[in-house]
């Protein structure tokens, strides 16, 4: 059986390799998918963080191991993004704001809601508020989903929002927003209608929202 802190580890030391091999073992050996990512994968990278902080890793070091979570995330994609229904439950375009390169947890959240049945159109990284407008408009969205990591890229959100409003669109959407930096307080002082603190709450507050939009 896969030792998950072994899956962590190599999250930890960038070991890109096998970190894809243990993942995919554990998912052969009939391992929950979402057990892998939360105690292996995003395990390791709590600890990257914590390294990162107390100087004792640097970007490179951060780098290695983000390409190795990244390259384990793959193996669960087809897992994540299974779905059952055929008609898409609505559109969501969702990125990473203007400044802000982090993108592992907005490819997780976007993960996630297409798994749930979401239609995802995802802008990447670096996100200028005018490319959520041209989005929106483009594909016939409900739903904006915001991500920050960084503390100086939050009121990039707030930009966004007030650029939705001078485009007429802003009541049209529902507005989410998420990243590790984020509160339930900070939504709602930029009036974002939702925030989740994580990839699966993101996909429940989602469904809820729009269950209320539509009522
Ligand atoms: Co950066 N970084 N980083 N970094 N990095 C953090 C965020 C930091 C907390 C590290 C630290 O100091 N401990 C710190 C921010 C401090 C702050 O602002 N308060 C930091 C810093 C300072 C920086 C730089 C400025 C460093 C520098 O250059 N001196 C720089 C900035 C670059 C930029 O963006 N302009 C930088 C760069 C990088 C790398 C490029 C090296 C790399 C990113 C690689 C990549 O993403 N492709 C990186 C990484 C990997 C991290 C840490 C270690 C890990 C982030 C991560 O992927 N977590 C991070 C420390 C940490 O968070 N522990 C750190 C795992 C991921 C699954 O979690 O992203 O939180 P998270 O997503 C969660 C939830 O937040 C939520 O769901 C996800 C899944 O459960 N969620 C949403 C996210 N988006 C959501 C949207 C929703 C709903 C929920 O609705 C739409």
């Known amino acids: ?16 390799d096998r970190a894809v091999q243990l993942t995919q073992q554990a998912l052969d050996e009939g391992m929950d998918a979402a057990r892998i990512l939360n105690e292996g994968l995003i395990a390791g990278m709590q600890v990257v963080g914590e390294k990162f902080k107390k100087n004792e890793f640097y970007i490179p070091e951060v780098l290695v191991a983000a390409r190795a979570m990244k390259a384990a995330m793959e193996v669960l994609r087809p897992i994540l993004t299974e779905r059952s229904d055929i008609q898409p439950l609505a559109t969501v375009v ?26 995802v159109i995802d ?32 009121p990039a959100m707030k930009d ?14 529902i507005i989410m927003v998420g990243g590790a930096p984020l ?6 002082s930029i009036g974002a ?8 709450s993101a996909v429940d507050k989602a469904k809820e929202l729009l269950s209320k939009k539509a009522a």
């Open 160 to 173: 966004t929002i007030e650029t939705l409003k001078a485009a007429g669109i802003r009541d049209q959407v």
């Open 94 to 119: 969702i990125g990473t704001v203007r400044g802000d390169l982090h993108d592992i947890g907005k490819n997780l959240v976007a993960m996630m809601l297409e798994g749930a049945g979401f239609r």
């Open 193 to 200: 209608d939702g925030y989740a603190p994580d990839a699966a």
């Open 1 to 16: 059986m896969v030792d998950l802190n072994e899956l962590a580890e190599a999250v930890i030391n960038g070991n890109r």
């Open 183 to 188: 509160t339930q307080e900070y939504a709602d």
């Open 123 to 154: 802008l990447g990284v670096d996100t200028p508020p005018e490319k959520f407008v041209e989005a929106v408009k483009e594909h016939g969205a409900r739903i904006v989903g915001m991500s920050a990591l960084l503390t100086t890229t939050m």
